[in-house]
């Protein structure tokens, strides 16, 4: 049944027909869905290791590899993306003008709630850490990637629950993309490799919910670059000879300047989760709200793959895609 709706996604997303192309994009998604419960959750209490996603959407696709490494109150993870389709200049609902560009992401988050020391003796007492020695967060990191890894994250969970944590980061991104174009003296095709890169700084806190929900606030400047309009160009021909035309963005690629401001929320339910941002750019006054909704589920039990929707003041239509491997976490 859950390779039937792939299927169905797949080819209205990517516009393919039903041959063998198709079925093996199925199968790798459907594969994938089932053994990703091998890696590690991405939160402030996890643990380490690799994921792959890919997301097949009306304007954006995307295949990345992405490694994490995770202690007790901080994360650090390292993305490897690139496009697996083409796609014209229309805005997405996230506003990320780095998606036509094959990039490296690197993410750093760190928790700012500290454990008081009541807490963290209980804690300390639970797994059998002696109280003068070791029982400090340090001891508590170096327990945590052994056999007490779950408990000890599970306390920490419970015991910062009287005093939700709050949590900042940063995000450095830098990428390259191979532009094709018209020049505007020819009517040759032509092409520039360009580079842009996104830096960004975030802070958010959960709600005092058993961690089943958080929100953030993240400020972003971004460089890249964007086709220009598409269009068909005919030069004369002589007589009686056959027409040919080019088509394709007329002119270079220009630069592109972002200051995006996004909220996030997110919110994980039994039967689903969601995580929802709205992003103005301040530059453009562009309005993006995307709306990721995890609806699949991996042998771990972890959300791994759902459907997205999005919007934009600028094409003031709602866009559905589709995303497998890519795990609920929160931020």
């Not at 890919?54 to 990345?64: N, P, V």
């Not at 009517?187 to 580079?195: A, D, G, N, R, W």
């Not at 919910?209 to 086709?227: C, H, L, N, Q, V």
């Not at 709306?291 to 791994?304: Q, S, T």
Request: glycine fraction near 8%; include cysteine; aromatic fraction near 10%.
């Amino acid at each position: 049944m859950l390779k039937t709706i792939l299927t169905l996604a797949v080819l209205s997303m990517l516009h393919l027909s039903p041959n063998v192309q198709a079925e093996e994009i199925v199968g790798a998604l459907s594969q994938k869905l089932s053994s990703t419960g091998d890696t590690k959750n991405s939160n402030i209490t996890g643990g380490a290791g690799t994921t792959f996603e890919l997301t097949a959407g009306q304007k954006d696709k995307r295949a990345s590899l992405k490694w994490t490494m995770d202690n007790i109150d901080s994360n650090l993870a390292v993305e490897f993306s690139v496009p697996t389709g083409s796609s014209d200049n229309t805005v997405l609902a996230n506003l990320d003008g780095l998606a036509k560009f094959n990039k490296v992401t690197v993410n750093y988050k760190s928790a700012l709630t500290s454990l008081d020391i009541t807490k963290m003796l209980e804690i300390c007492n639970e797994v059998g850490i002696a109280i003068t020695s070791g029982c400090d967060l340090e001891g508590l990191k170096a327990q945590s990637k052994g056999k007490n890894a779950q408990k000890i994250s599970d306390l920490i969970k419970e015991a910062w629950n009287d005093a939700p944590p709050k949590f900042w980061g940063t995000s450095l991104s830098y990428g390259s993309n191979k532009m094709s174009y018209i020049a505007t003296d020819s009517t040759t095709k032509q092409s520039e490799t360009k580079y842009g890169w996104a830096a960004s700084i975030y802070y958010g806190g959960f709600f005092k919910s058993k961690y089943k929900s958080m929100w953030a606030i993240e400020a972003k400047r971004e460089e890249s670059y964007k086709d220009g309009d598409n269009g068909i160009i005919c030069p004369p021909q002589e007589l009686n000879l056959p027409i040919s035309c080019v088509s394709g963005p007329l002119g270079k690629p220009t630069r592109n300047i972002k200051d995006i401001i996004s909220f996030h929320y997110r919110q994980k339910f039994d039967k689903f989760s969601i995580s929802p941002s709205v992003n103005f750019d301040n530059r453009s006054d562009t309005l993006g709200i995307d709306v990721p909704i995890f609806l699949f589920k991996d042998a771990g039990n972890d959300f791994v793959g759902g459907i997205n929707l999005g919007w934009t003041n600028e094409e003031h239509e709602t866009t559905l895609g589709i995303f497998i491997g890519k795990k609920f976490s929160f931020y």
